[in-house]
């Protein structure tokens, strides 16, 4: 091949794949697609203060929404940390510790019966073993429970 | 606002540090693309041992800023090197290198405004465990120790957390500004990495086309805002493999230069646990071809020891003390029988093709795999011969898709599941390694620079 055949094609095809990856790379933009809240840090936020500053918390989300990547879990830790977050999916496994933790329950209100369902049988699992616990209602989408 | 330019100010400094640097003899270029190594990377490190020693991290600023000033205004004199003569005509290449920088420009500023903190593993891991070493006034060693009962990642090493708090003491506090600027720093530091490896094996105009290809795949521009690990380690792998290969060269300069491959080398385990593997990959590349064409010399190996010392003993402190979970021991738990199976090996290559294809469903790689793959294949074809760099970069491209392919295959995790999460981003990590293997198969002369 000649030598400028060589260079001709060669500059032919990055120029081409430059151009379409151009081309992908702004037909991906953001700006057309819609765009995603971070409503996730203000409903958290409003809970850090509600939480002790260091120290572990239990972490129980509604099963019914918190997907299995643990979506809820992880925002709610990146806000309030340094707190750490165990996660937990048991209701019934909440309060079981010789020193119980505090509990955070990741509840959308009002709750519907399946949510009161759950969070009585939390509340109720606390009881049995003489832990108090109280409800909390942050803003209008959020439970908190705490084990004193 | 202005404390969100911290990551850029270590960078500048680091830059001036460097120029300072006389015995390294670097090239102007050369120090603007190891100065994020030197300013992020470093800061990273100082800020470990910082709060290790039980010290507030705010007060790191003082310090941080001293030195990093120190560094930059000692008495080294600034190097009288020649510049090259600048053609001030605008050929094809230096268009479509405008183009593709406006380009990911627009789009990293469209993708920090949507998602201003950063993709699912930022918010999760990278930018959480920033702000949790940043916020938390107890020492290191309990933080660390309480940290082990999270579900985030705990044993994931610190570059980019490390990095990012050091910027919020430089910067005056928290801000989301500082884990974006130091992402898009990251991005653009890979296409001058890039830029600069391609120039020297391939010429100006290559460089051009490199870098500008780099810049508009869409795959970099998904993660180069992301604010994740991904791109920091695709940068250090490249900045290394750099480094190495110029050590196989018989023009390598001084034993500094030595040193400061070392200490990117340290710095790739630092940032990811993927980095240890691909660290030591690159390692047995170039031992393999020093030893085969007897380029290596005892005082540069101790010098490549030495700068890569300071980011291995943070590691290893790190994983020794408080990491609690090594994944070697699970993966290497039945490996070998996962990996004799050939339905998984179909599954793996069968993922690999589709993810690289520009025509099916995985377009986020555009041409630009296809490109280098053609443009690699046919210069290979066509110039068989292997000089000691071009045969380590070989080795090293070949080696890490060769090593992702047995993670994948001999993973105990789901194998479907592994793939889909992560494939992308293991590529994403060795895409700058390709770039280099694939200009430096083809010589200077056969990329064009004519007038547009």
């Given at each position: 091949m000649r030598p400028a055949l060589q260079t001709r094609w060669r500059t032919g095809l990055l120029l081409a794949a430059c151009l379409a990856g151009a081309a992908l790379s702004l037909r991906e933009a953001p700006a057309f697609h819609p765009p995603q809240p971070v409503d996730w840090v203000e409903r958290y936020g409003r809970l850090r203060a509600a939480l002790p500053q260091r120290g572990d918390v239990v972490y129980f989300a509604d099963p019914a929404l918190e997907s299995s990547d643990r979506t809820g879990y992880f925002r709610a830790q990146y806000v309030v940390t340094p707190t750490v977050l165990h996660f937990e999916t048991d209701p019934e496994r909440l309060?079981?510790?010789?020193h119980p933790r505090p509990v955070l329950l990741d509840f959308v209100a009002p709750p519907d019966r399946r949510v009161a369902a759950t969070i009585g049988r939390a509340r109720r699992a606390a009881a049995q073993r003489g832990i108090e616990t109280r409800l909390v209602k942050l803003g209008d989408s959020l439970f908190l429970v705490v084990a004193e | 606002m202005v404390g969100g330019l911290a990551p850029l100010l270590l960078v500048v400094l680091a830059a001036l540090a460097l120029r300072r640097?006389?015995?390294?003899?670097?090239s102007g270029a050369e120090r603007w693309v190891l100065a994020p190594a030197v300013g992020l990377g470093g800061s990273s490190l100082l800020f470990f041992w910082w709060r290790v020693a039980g010290?507030?991290?705010?007060?790191?600023a003082v310090p941080l800023l001293a030195l990093a000033l120190l560094l930059a205004a000692a008495s080294g004199g600034v190097p009288s090197g020649r510049r090259a003569p600048r053609s001030s005509r605008w050929s094809v290449d230096r268009w479509a290198l405008a183009l593709a920088i406006g380009v990911a420009l627009v789009v990293c500023v469209l993708r920090l405004l949507q998602?201003?903190?950063?993709?699912y593993d930022a918010v999760a891991i990278w930018n959480a465990r920033a702000l949790t070493i940043w916020r938390a006034a107890e020492p290191m060693g309990a933080l660390f120790f309480r940290q082990t009962?999270?579900?985030?990642?705990?044993?994931y090493p610190l570059l980019l957390p490390g990095s990012v708090a050091a910027s919020f003491a430089v910067g005056g506090g928290e801000t989301v500004l500082v884990p974006q600027v130091t992402s898009v720093l990251f991005l653009f530091a890979a296409a001058a990495a890039i830029w600069l490896g391609v120039h020297r094996v391939a010429g100006a105009p290559a460089a051009r086309w490199a870098a500008a290809l780099f810049l508009v795949t869409p795959e970099v521009l998904f993660w180069g805002?992301?604010?994740?690990?991904d791109l920091p380690l695709a940068y250090l792998l490249v900045l290394t493999a750099l480094g190495l290969a110029r050590e196989l060269?018989?023009?390598?300069?001084?034993?500094a230069r030595a040193a400061l491959t070392g200490f990117s080398l340290g710095l790739l385990p630092w940032t990811k646990n993927e980095g240890l593997l691909l660290a030591a990959l690159l390692l047995a590349a170039w031992l393999a071809t020093g030893l085969l064409s007897r380029a290596l010399e005892p005082r540069r190996l101790a010098a490549l020891g030495a700068g890569a010392l300071p980011g291995i003993a943070t590691l290893t402190a790190f994983k020794i003390l408080?990491?609690?979970?090594?994944e070697l021991p699970d993966f290497l738990r039945g490996a070998l029988a996962r990996s004799l199976d050939p339905e998984r090996w179909r599954v793996v290559l069968g993922s690999l093709a589709g993810e690289l294809d520009?025509?099916?469903?995985?377009?986020?790689w555009s041409l630009t795999a296809l490109a280098l793959l053609v443009l690699g294949g046919v210069g290979w074809a066509t110039h068989r011969g292997a000089d000691p760099p071009r045969l380590f970069l070989r080795l090293a491209l070949g080696g890490s898709l060769l090593l992702w392919l047995a993670v994948y295959v001999g993973t105990p995790a789901d194998l479907r599941w592994h793939l889909s999460t992560s494939l992308d981003r293991l590529l994403l990590q060795i895409l700058p390694l390709a770039f280099l293997w694939a200009f430096s198969?083809?010589?200077?002369?056969?990329?064009s620079s004519a007038r547009a």
């Open positions: 309060f079981r510790r010789k | 640097w006389r015995s390294a003899s670097l010290l507030p991290p705010g007060a790191l998602q201003p903190l950063g993709e009962l999270s579900q985030a990642h705990p044993d805002p992301a604010q994740c690990a060269e018989s023009d390598r300069g001084p034993a408080w990491s609690p979970h090594a520009p025509f099916g469903a995985g377009d986020e198969e083809n010589p200077p002369a056969q990329l």
